[in-house]
């Protein structure tokens, strides 16, 4: 099978998005599917306002070109972004078949930056933008009936996974003697990273990531060690060498970090909000309540052995199996017709 999948977001960006995708690309070509990622690095772009780390497509109207160059069998657009939109009006426009996905609560976060925006406005721009989608792809069925609540249709269970061969519990455990509370993911408001560092803890806390909150956040909290991007064996090193992971996030819809930390085997400690319930087995794998510092002590106790033998059930193979099936489940209604590649260039933008 031909995928094409269509993503405002990819490398260099660092974020759960980012990371789910690489991982299905990766084994969609394992198991022999020809697959295309059209990302902002094969267009111009410019810097996203109030994000600037992450680059934005401007020069659109190449991409009715690049599906037909192509000939994807199937498309899947992952993004709501200026490339998804894109993608979605000339695959609208000819009557052809798309799946989509919802990686990120966008109408929360938006709330979060900018308090005089509605929900309602976020989630008006959501459904607009997936209602002609043949599949909306989620990740948790507490998604699935969320978004239901707000009006979607034709929503699917794609769940995600872990590398456990990258991530791994260390031979050697950290010493209790030395505590260390660790935050990996953007620094920005809709993290909520500050109610993680005000927290009265011992040991050490440290930040792992990035993001517009950063240089804020270190000259208020100077105890802190804000260590950066890690990839790779040095982000799973600093999973490793942490006592817990904490997750002050409200909004997101996964958090696909938990994960990682569990299959290093650390517990979590965070929020009972949809994410946290749906990655974390409550008294096993992390501790989860409204007082996020008492759950951070709680999380102290969980048997690490236990928190990677429950992460390691839930492969990237298995959530690509997932995805592919949901292709397929449509019946051949996302497979591009012949006539497409002959329709003259001029046209494919239009």
């Given at each position: 099978?031909?995928?094409?999948?269509?993503?405002?977001?990819?490398?260099?960006?660092?974020?759960?998005?980012?990371?789910?995708?690489?991982?299905?690309?990766?084994?969609?070509?394992?198991?022999?599917?020809?697959?295309?990622?059209?990302?902002?690095?094969?267009?111009?772009?410019?810097?996203?306002?109030?994000?600037?780390?992450?680059?934005?497509?401007?020069?659109?109207?190449?991409?009715?070109?690049?599906?037909?160059?192509?000939?994807?069998?199937?498309?899947?657009?992952?993004?709501?972004?200026?490339?998804?939109?894109a993608?979605?009006?000339?695959?609208?426009?000819?009557?052809?078949?798309?799946?989509?996905?919802?990686?990120?609560?966008?109408p929360?976060?938006?709330?979060?930056?900018?308090?005089?925006v509605?929900?309602?406005?976020?989630?008006?721009?959501?459904?607009?933008?997936?209602r002609?989608?043949?599949?909306?792809?989620?990740?948790?069925?507490?998604?699935?009936?969320?978004?239901?609540?707000?009006?979607?249709?034709?929503?699917?269970?794609?769940?995600?996974?872990?590398?456990?061969?990258?991530?791994?519990?260390?031979?050697?455990?950290?010493?209790?003697?030395?505590?260390?509370?660790?935050?990996?993911?953007?620094?920005?408001?809709?993290?909520?990273?500050?109610a993680?560092?005000?927290?009265?803890l011992?040991?050490?806390?440290?930040?792992?990531?990035?993001?517009?909150q950063?240089?804020?956040?270190?000259?208020?909290?100077?105890?802190?060690?804000?260590?950066?991007?890690?990839?790779?064996?040095?982000?799973?090193?600093?999973?490793?060498?942490?006592?817990?992971?904490?997750?002050?996030s409200?909004?997101?819809?996964?958090?696909?970090?938990?994960?990682?930390?569990?299959?290093?085997?650390?517990?979590?400690?965070?929020?009972?909000?949809?994410?946290?319930?749906?990655?974390?087995?409550?008294?096993?794998?992390?501790?989860?309540?409204?007082?996020?510092?008492?759950?951070?002590l709680?999380?102290?106790?969980l048997?690490?052995?236990?928190?990677?033998?429950?992460?390691?059930?839930?492969?990237?193979?298995?959530?690509?199996?997932?995805?592919?099936?949901?292709?397929r489940?449509?019946?051949?209604e996302?497979?591009?017709p012949?006539?497409?590649?002959?329709?003259?260039?001029?046209?494919l933008?239009?």
């Amino acid at each position: 099978m031909r995928l094409l999948i269509v993503s405002d977001a990819w490398s260099p960006q660092v974020n759960g998005v980012v990371t789910s995708l690489q991982a299905l690309v990766g084994e969609l070509r394992g198991l022999g599917h020809q697959v295309k990622l059209l990302s902002p690095a094969d267009f111009r772009t410019l810097p996203c306002p109030s994000y600037p780390e992450i680059p934005l497509a401007w020069d659109l109207w190449r991409v009715g070109a690049a599906i037909r160059e192509f000939r994807p069998d199937c498309v899947h657009l992952a993004t709501e972004g200026p490339l998804g939109w894109a993608a979605r009006r000339w695959l609208v426009k000819r009557g052809l078949a798309f799946s989509s996905a919802i990686h990120t609560r966008f109408p929360e976060y938006v709330n979060s930056r900018w308090p005089w925006v509605p929900l309602r406005w976020g989630y008006a721009f959501l459904r607009a933008f997936h209602r002609p989608s043949q599949a909306v792809l989620v990740t948790t069925e507490r998604m699935q009936e969320a978004f239901a609540g707000w009006g979607f249709k034709r929503l699917a269970l794609w769940r995600k996974g872990v590398d456990t061969q990258l991530f791994r519990p260390p031979a050697q455990p950290p010493a209790v003697s030395s505590l260390v509370f660790l935050y990996v993911g953007r620094i920005a408001a809709e993290k909520n990273v500050e109610a993680f560092l005000r927290l009265d803890l011992p040991g050490e806390k440290q930040v792992v990531g990035d993001g517009p909150q950063r240089t804020a956040l270190q000259a208020a909290y100077p105890q802190v060690k804000f260590l950066g991007y890690r990839h790779g064996a040095a982000l799973a090193q600093a999973f490793q060498q942490a006592s817990v992971l904490v997750f002050p996030s409200r909004t997101d819809t996964y958090g696909l970090v938990m994960l990682e930390a569990l299959a290093c085997g650390t517990p979590v400690a965070a929020f009972p909000v949809a994410g946290p319930l749906d990655v974390l087995q409550a008294g096993v794998s992390g501790v989860l309540g409204e007082d996020l510092g008492a759950a951070c002590l709680a999380a102290l106790a969980l048997d690490r052995g236990r928190c990677a033998e429950l992460a390691a059930r839930q492969s990237w193979r298995a959530s690509a199996l997932e995805f592919l099936a949901q292709q397929r489940l449509l019946d051949g209604e996302l497979c591009m017709p012949a006539q497409v590649g002959l329709e003259p260039v001029h046209d494919l933008a239009s």
